[in-house]
């Protein structure tokens, strides 16, 4: 019997019918998740919140059957449900807003033993455990939704059911939120189903996907067919460049017929939508008061909204063509007269302006690109951007002008100002464009932390003194500088380019990863190679390793010798220098010769002593200055950094060399320093040659010398040369 259940389906649903009085939610529903992650995808009001409610045993069935690991759940309460091994993340999180974070996870532990703990938790989401004191109403979206996986992955469930995980998050959230469930996947411990209006993320973490229509599973059809397939999407998930407007645009190499023109208003019209809430089957007829008030202003006709149908199809290059132009980004609804102000003084110039709106109201504000031109770039069209919750829609306007500014090929600047709002607007967008390009954010935010606006990126942040609100002496003052500011950036960027153009190059570029503990090692790389490389050095405290990889997704480096990876430390161990899980990422989209090391791998940094999470007290500490203290890493933690490593190595396709110093990875790890520690760093080898998949041009190489050590820069040195010469990329300059 037992062997039975062991090779029975992690979630059978049969012929499920469910009802909400007279209206048929469910109509029988047959689904069957093996293993592994499943996706369910659907419009609004297709049943796919029911469906999760039905098998949690939340809704009530009618009939049909739905088992887990072959034990029949149908009608079974959802507490006897969550002890078989079913947990659930529901939509719209259902935090308890009085509970701490901490309060939470310790109260979710106690249902079910097993490999998800408190402790895994604050490893895997770093950001709760620096957040284990606050209330559930004190965090962002993004961490409340971190808060409501781990709850339910405490429970340890056979089965996670997930609705809308990335509903309302962040790009770089839901980017986080996808990987793990790839890596949830991939483990095998537990199967996922997942219910999702992301196609992105849909596609990306299931090989198959479900899709419901009117209470149906419709199809079960291959991930990456629907991913490619823009027409199928549209057909049966309503994503589409007017799916929400119910434009008409003729297909491509068609004729319309030719209808009898009717005389249209010089002014602004208004677009009516006839359901401004999504219908469904059982929805009432909507008040004509509600269509009235729900009715879009465009400022523009619709023959401008066929044509911005018409441009979406045609290739991007076609869009983005003509002479270098600054765009002026902001709410153009509240901040119309700051930012003509400074579009005039930057077009007085001689350069070219673009004004692009990006507000959330939906009120209309005379642009060169309206707010809704922009929302439909986001991945669910323009009805994800203009909604009822602001945060929501700022979120989702911010990733679709991200993903708008993404395919113009021809911006020599971008300016934008206002407040907190306005520049969580646009910096997503800036930090996209590649480093070169002038980026200024005029903001009243801008002498607090910045941090979380400019990231990796060279943008600027000029404080406005007095908010944006209005023109006054001193708003036009320090407008006009921003203006001036960025339009000589332009210009002399735009006159470096010319000369590079007329042939005066430069050397090519290559990026080196450093920290105190590696520094004479780099300094001797450094001068073994300046003769033939400009040699960038990036200090490795999270932020280095990620403007590193931007200039290498930018193309903008020629090579990378990541000698000190020492921010895999504090992104697995809660460090305050962490990377992201994106770290080597750009080198395995790029294929560039690759060196790398263990640098620094021996430490985890921390503040000051008091700061230091109470899980590590016992351990080997070195205290840098007072405001940093080194934690001395184990050979368990070793080993788990070995294996991270390992699978970014795998992933890489150019040529790679990876060096592993026996003699120390630090100058603290020396023989008769404090952090030396033999046992420690052989388990990290270990780790990496059990799992590094080593051909003819991945290889792991041993040194027996400390990574500091002259002899060990030099093999570094001469393993760079000889890979870089031979990918011919001495043929890519630096910009």
């Known amino acids: 019997m037992n062997e039975v259940r062991r090779s029975a389906a992690a979630l059978e649903v049969r012929g499920l019918d469910v009802y909400y009085g007279h209206s048929h939610a469910l109509q029988g529903v047959d689904l069957t998740l093996e293993a592994g992650v499943f ?219 030719p209808e009898p023109q009717q005389a249209r208003p010089d002014g602004p019209i208004r677009v009516y939508v006839s359901n401004p809430t999504p219908p469904t089957r059982w929805s009432q007829p909507v008040p004509i008061a509600r269509i009235e008030a729900a ?43 700051e930012l003509r102000f400074i579009r005039d003084i930057i077009a007085g110039s001689g350069l070219r302006t673009r004004l692009v709106d990006v507000s959330t109201s939906g009120r209309h504000a005379a642009s060169d690109v309206s707010a809704q031109e922009i929302a439909l770039n986001h991945g669910r069209g323009g009805s994800a951007v203009f909604g009822p919750d602001r945060g929501a829609a700022v979120t989702a306007m911010a990733e679709a002008f991200a993903s708008w500014l993404r395919r113009q090929s021809n911006v020599a600047g971008v300016i934008s100002a206002g407040g907190s709002g306005a520049a969580s607007l646009v910096a997503p967008g800036m930090r996209s464009l590649p480093v070169g390009v002038p980026k200024l954010i005029i903001s009243s935010v801008a002498s607090g932390d910045v941090g979380p606006y400019v990231g990796p990126a060279d943008i600027t942040m000029m404080h406005s003194v007095t908010d944006v609100q209005g023109l006054n002496s001193i708003s036009r003052t320090v407008l006009a500088n921003g203006a001036n500011a960025l339009a000589g950036m332009v210009r002399a960027r735009l006159d470096q380019h010319a000369r590079k153009d007329r042939g005066d190059g430069g050397l090519p570029s290559v990026g080196i990863t450093m920290f105190g503990v590696t520094t004479p090692a780099v300094q001797k790389i450094a001068a073994d190679l300046r003769e033939d490389f400009e040699c960038l050095v990036f200090h490795a405290t999270g932020v280095g390793g990620r403007s590193m990889e931007k200039l290498v997704d930018s193309g903008q480096l020629a090579g990378v010798i990541d000698l000190t990876t020492t921010e895999v430390c504090d992104l697995l161990m809660g460090g305050v220098f962490p990377a992201t899980d994106d770290r080597f990422g750009a080198i395995i989209r790029s294929r560039l010769p690759y060196v790398g090391s263990v640098g620094a791998l021996d430490m985890v940094n921390f503040g000051a002593a008091q700061t230091i999470p109470e899980r590590y007290r016992g351990r080997k500490f070195h205290v840098h200055n007072p405001q940093v203290t080194l934690m001395r890493t184990t050979a368990e933690e070793n080993e788990r950094m070995g294996r991270w490593i390992a699978d970014r190595l795998n992933q ?30 052989a388990a990290l080898f270990r780790a990496l040659e059990r799992n590094v998949r080593q051909t003819a041009n991945r290889q792991l190489i041993r040194v027996s010398k400390n990574i500091n050590d002259p002899e060990f820069a030099s093999t570094i040195v001469n393993a760079f040369r000889t890979l870089f010469g031979r990918t011919g990329a001495r043929r890519r300059l630096a910009r």
């Not at 620096?130 to 808060?147: F, N, P």
């Not at 150019?654 to 760093?681: I, K, M, N, T, Y």
Request: net charge neutral; aromatic share 4%; glycine share 10%.
């Open 652 to 681: 890489m396709d150019g040529p790679v060399r990876f060096f592993l110093p026996e003699g120390g990875v630090s100058a603290l790890d020396a023989r008769g320093q404090p952090f030396w520690d033999p046992d420690a760093d």
């Open 39 to 257: 996706s369910v995808v659907g419009r609004n009001g297709m049943g796919k919140t029911t469906l999760c409610k039905a098998i949690m045993g939340l809704a009530p069935v009618s009939s049909g059957s739905i088992r887990v690991r072959g034990h029949d759940i149908t009608r079974r309460p959802p507490a006897y449900i969550a002890r078989l091994g079913v947990g659930y993340v529901p939509q719209g999180r259902r935090l308890w807003r009085s509970l701490s974070v901490d309060e939470h996870l310790q109260l979710a532990a106690g249902l079910r033993r097993g490999a998800w703990t408190v402790e895994r938790i604050y490893e895997t989401f770093p950001r709760l455990a620096e957040r284990k004191d606050h209330g559930g109403g004190q965090l962002s979206g993004g961490e409340q939704q971190m808060l409501a996986i781990s709850r339910a992955l405490l429970t340890n469930p056979q089965l996670l059911i997930m609705d809308e995980p990335t509903e309302g998050l962040a790009p770089v959230i839901v980017a986080q939120v996808e990987e793990m469930l790839l890596r949830l996947g991939e483990d095998g411990d537990m199967s996922v189903l997942v219910i999702e209006q992301n196609i992105g993320v849909a596609t990306a973490v299931s090989r198959n996907v479900a899709i419901m229509v009117n209470g149906r599973v419709n199809r079960i059809i291959d991930s990456a067919r629907l991913a490619a397939d823009r027409a199928l999407q549209q057909r049966l998930l309503g994503v589409g460049v007017h799916a929400e407007l119910d434009i008409e645009v003729p297909a491509a190499g068609t004729e319309a017929k």
């Open 295 to 337: 009715a879009r202003t465009f400022s523009t006709q619709v023959t401008r909204l066929e044509e911005t149908a018409r441009r979406r199809r045609e290739p991007v290059a076609a869009q983005t063509q003509g002479p270098p132009v600054v765009l002026v980004v902001g709410t153009l609804d509240t901040k119309g007269a």
